[in-house]
């Protein structure tokens, strides 16, 4: 399977629309890979090619069950995501794709891209498909393209899709947005951690698990999943019905691993029937275009000449003190909508 960064398309010859179309629809893992390359290009060329794939391969989209999975620093999310994706490939014969984040430096803007050294088992199987994206500085946990990419794969027949994230960090808003499952990987040992975890993400979670739960600390995992459980009684109950479970798990000695997913089988099952899921996946949508909408007027507003030009010194003198940046930003601003790109 390749593994090559997201902006390397310029060294490849790239292919028609249809080609690409034809190749995920029939589940053809090089094709996949190169069609995610295309679509995670930031090159200007690649942007029509990646819209007229992205509409040819709707139709087939959604049909797939999505799962993000983040974690504290340490709770083994690749660990647990390889012994996940093997009772999806193994025990039920399923096919899985990951989507896993990598961070990126923001000193060497370089990122570790090394999910499948991480995940030995499940890099070598037939019906897995792994493919690490840089994160590129993004806020939310997840790539640029990460939406886009759980699309393909989903047109190329991926019945689950993990989205594992950078981690519990600035924001896993944009992780949430796009799944239907948001599951949160813990460490024995509740209350410390309980407390380093922003209120936010608690209360966005659908399930909890408190991973290596083995040997000696066996004991402990199952004083943190009850510690975990009384502290969500404390939030307010979700409007789709589902109560969040916290459980216990060893990704390591594949223990209770089937319990995870069933979690997330059950939360999907009440979802579809009562009708949230659609809801979901509508306002994910929508979402989603907003945030299209403000990622286009963010690069139009940077490829301005004006604002390339003026925006170096305003900086400067906003560092030095000599403008205040409510100051520098409606220059900018004017400059923008005085050039036509604000009407």
Request: glycine share 10%; proline share 5%; aromatic share 4%.
């Amino acid at each position: 399977m390749p593994h090559r960064h997201a902006r390397a398309t310029s060294g490849r010859r790239r292919l028609p629309p249809e080609r690409y179309v034809e190749g995920v629809f029939q589940g053809d893992r090089t094709i996949l890979a190169r069609a995610i390359t295309v679509v995670e290009s930031e090159l200007p060329s690649d942007g029509e090619l990646a819209a007229r794939i992205l509409d040819a391969i709707l139709p087939k989209t959604g049909r797939s069950l999505r799962v993000a999975i983040t974690g504290v620093p340490g709770a083994g999310k690749s660990t647990f995501i390889d012994a996940l994706g093997m009772h999806l490939v193994r025990d039920r014969g399923e096919n899985v794709a990951v989507l896993s984040i990598d961070p990126t430096s923001p000193i060497s803007g370089g990122s570790i891209l090394g999910d499948k050294t991480r995940m030995e088992r499940l890099a070598v199987q037939d019906r897995a498909f792994i493919r690490p994206s840089p994160s590129g500085g993004q806020l939310g946990g997840v790539a640029r393209r990460t939406r886009e990419t759980l699309l393909l794969c989903e047109a190329a027949g991926y019945q689950n899709i993990l989205v594992e994230t950078v981690g519990v960090g600035q924001s896993e808003t944009a992780a949430r947005s796009m799944t239907d499952f948001f599951l949160l990987l813990m460490l024995a040992g509740a209350g410390d951690e309980l407390q380093g975890i922003k209120r936010g993400i608690i209360e966005m979670l659908d399930g909890m698990a408190i991973n290596k739960a083995d040997g000696e600390n066996e004991p402990k995992a199952e004083r943190a999943r009850v510690e975990y459980t009384s502290a969500l009684h404390l939030f307010p109950p979700s409007p789709d019905g589902w109560a969040p479970r916290v459980l216990t798990c060893s990704a390591l000695h594949d223990r209770r691993i089937t319990d995870v997913w069933q979690m997330v089988l059950d939360h999907h099952a009440l979802l579809e029937k009562n009708g949230f899921l659609e809801k979901r996946r509508r306002a994910q949508a929508l979402e989603w275009m907003n945030e299209l909408v403000m990622l286009g007027l963010s690069e139009s507003f940077r490829a301005d000449p004006r604002i390339a030009g003026r925006w170096p010194l305003l900086k400067e003198e906003v560092r030095r003190g000599q403008v205040t940046p409510f100051a520098a930003s409606r220059e900018l601003l004017a400059l923008f909508r005085g050039s036509g790109g604000g009407r």
